[in-house]
């Protein structure tokens, strides 16, 4: 071609491929799993029958769910070297760095690594489901001086989660709140860190780096980063009296407010309503409204002023932290979470793959004689 074909900088509005996973529909707000919407699997199911459904296609029946959760909670432990490894982090490493390396370093032990059959994919995928919460513990653990808390493998995914990071199990209506977001953050169509996955996946390489290259992709603050970035803003904030003068602020300086727009949904992002409500009712259990006061004020003056509605990140920030969570293990949440979607991604894009190498248009200089190094 000698003209410029035009090109959709950010790949908008551009299918990649098909998939049968779940279906963003932008039109009505809304957001399916294996055809059931988002909302409804909230209240009705558990984050491990999520996890089931997006690798099966279909929700488990009780013998299914049983076998399901006793394979993946036999998987919890993580190496003896994984421990030392983990000692050996800088202290105020990321906790999206240290489970970036702490997966990456799985994929040298694991027996299968090199292994990309379905099968053996889906296996290594049930261990990093069942590994990821004890190295992210583990690691934040580490950086305060603290021993690991061995998992309890009768424990829930989200019972497990809280007794390796506090050595203990909150009241059940922390837990569930725990367990929706789980579901909202599992699976979400072609974003970035999916689409990263998807593309390591296309070379053939294993699902340890697929899923490694994802955590590198969700650390971003326009990606699973603003989770995090949220809650920095609200406690920056501090007050909800000051809350439309900040804003104002970002504004005048033409900055971005995170936790707010969406690449996908123009009109309100499926999944806030849910989170938005669940977070209420941490901000009810702790008794401190704060946040959430914050929250609508700013949720309100984003959308009369610039019409841009909250995302996901906006109401599980404040929520993580109403749970007691430090602020650097929020996207690491959204890790222990995805890696159901993304592993689910991976043998999608494995069972009819075809590389993923898209053409870029050259803009550089026009073709020109090598000058010798004595002459230049
Ligand atoms: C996630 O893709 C997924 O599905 C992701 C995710 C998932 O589940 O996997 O949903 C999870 O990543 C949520 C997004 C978290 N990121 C943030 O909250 C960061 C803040 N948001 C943005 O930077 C932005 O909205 C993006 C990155 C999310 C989307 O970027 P786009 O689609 O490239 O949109 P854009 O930046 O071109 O914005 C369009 C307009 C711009 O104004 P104009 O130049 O047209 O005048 O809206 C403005 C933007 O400046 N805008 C914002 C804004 N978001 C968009 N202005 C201020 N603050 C914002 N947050």
């Given at each position: 071609a000698t003209q410029m074909p035009e090109i959709k900088k950010g790949l908008v509005g551009v299918y990649a491929d098909v998939s049968s996973i779940s279906k963003v529909m932008p039109e009505t707000n809304s957001l399916t799993y294996g055809g059931y919407a988002v909302q409804d699997l909230c209240e009705t199911c558990t984050f491990e029958e999520v996890a089931y459904l997006l690798w099966h296609g279909e929700l488990p029946n009780a013998a299914q769910l049983k076998a399901f959760n006793e394979e993946v909670a036999a998987e919890r432990a993580i190496s003896p070297a994984l421990h030392r490894v983990i000692r050996e982090f800088p202290k105020d490493a990321h906790p999206m760095d240290t489970i970036r390396t702490a997966v990456s370093f799985m994929g040298l032990e694991d027996p299968e690594t090199a292994d990309i059959s379905d099968a053996a994919q889906r296996r290594k995928a049930r261990r990093l489901l069942a590994k990821i919460p004890t190295a992210i513990a583990a690691a934040h653990r580490a950086s305060k001086g603290l021993e690991p808390v061995e998992p309890n493998p009768s424990h829930s995914f989200a019972e497990n989660f809280f007794n390796l990071v506090f050595g203990k199990v909150p009241q059940p209506e922390v837990l569930k709140a725990f367990d929706v977001s789980l579901i909202l953050y599992a699976e979400h169509t072609f974003n970035a860190s999916t689409y990263t996955a998807r593309l390591v996946t296309s070379t053939n390489a294993d699902l340890h780096g697929a899923i490694t290259a994802a955590i590198a992709s969700l650390k971003g603050p326009l990606h699973g980063g603003a989770n995090e970035a949220v809650m920095h803003m609200l406690k920056e904030i501090g007050d909800p009296k000051v809350a439309r003068e900040w804003l104002q602020s970002r504004f005048d300086h033409k900055a971005l407010v995170m936790g707010f727009g969406h690449r996908v949904y123009k009109s309100g992002d499926s999944r806030v309503p849910t989170m938005r409500k669940y977070a209420e009712k941490m901000a009810e259990v702790v008794g401190d409204r704060t946040w959430m006061e914050i929250s609508r004020i700013l949720a309100d003056e984003m959308l009369t002023k610039k019409n841009i509605h909250p995302n996901l990140d906006f109401p599980a920030g404040p929520a993580y932290y109403l749970m007691?969570?430090?602020?650097?293990?929020f996207t690491p949440i959204f890790v222990a979470s995805r890696i159901t979607g993304w592993a689910a991604h991976v043998f999608e894009q494995g069972a009819d793959n075809r590389l993923i190498r898209p053409l870029s248009w050259y803009t550089g200089p026009e073709q020109r004689p090598v000058v010798p190094l004595s002459a230049r």
């Open positions: 007691g969570f430090d602020i650097p293990l």
